[in-house]
Structure formats: C-alpha cells, structure tokens
C-alpha cells in the first residue's frame, strides 16, 4: 500500500546500500594503492615521482614518500573499515 517513492526510500534503499557503499570503498582503496604503481610505468602521479627521485639518488625523500603513501593507504583503509561497519 506504500507508494513507489515510499517503496524505494523505506525498502529498496535500506538493502542495496551496504553493498553500494562497500564496492564504492574497495574501488576507492584499490584505486590509491594502483596509483602510486601506475607512476612507476610512466602514467604520472606519486609514482613517477618516486620515479625520479630513485633515478636521482635521493632515498631519503622516497623513504619519506613511501612512508607516507604506506601511512594514507593505512588511513583509508582504516576510515574504510569504520564505514563499512556502520553501514553494514
């Protein structure tokens, strides 16, 4: 006896949205991690410049990235995480 836009927000929504939220988290923490690899085959980024600065021989400066692309995928990871359990 509900509406249609009664059905969708109070029956369809609620179901389909954990797993809206999960793939659209895991496509995001997969894309950041991809990112940084991509630099290295030449398509830009952090990567590239991890790139150049390894062919320079400063290895501080790519500890240091790495370090903190280690430490943002971590975040992600983990504000991920807290999503997906509150979604779910």
């Known amino acids: 006896g509900a509406a249609p836009l009664q059905t969708l927000s109070f029956a369809v ?5 954990p797993l809206i939220v999960s793939y ?3 496509r ?3 894309n950041v991690r991809s990112a940084t690899v991509l630099g290295f085959v030449g398509a830009g980024g ?4 991890m790139y150049d600065k390894i062919n320079g021989y400063m290895y501080r400066e790519v500890c ?9 995928v971590t ?8 999503l997906r359990r509150y979604f779910i």
């Open 46 to 49: 952090i990567g590239f410049l």
């Open 64 to 72: 240091t990235m790495m370090i903190l692309v280690i430490f943002a």
């Open 24 to 26: 659209s988290l895991m």
């Open 13 to 17: 929504i609620p179901q389909i949205m």
């Open 75 to 82: 975040l992600i990871d983990y504000g991920c995480g807290r």
């Open 28 to 30: 995001f923490e997969s």
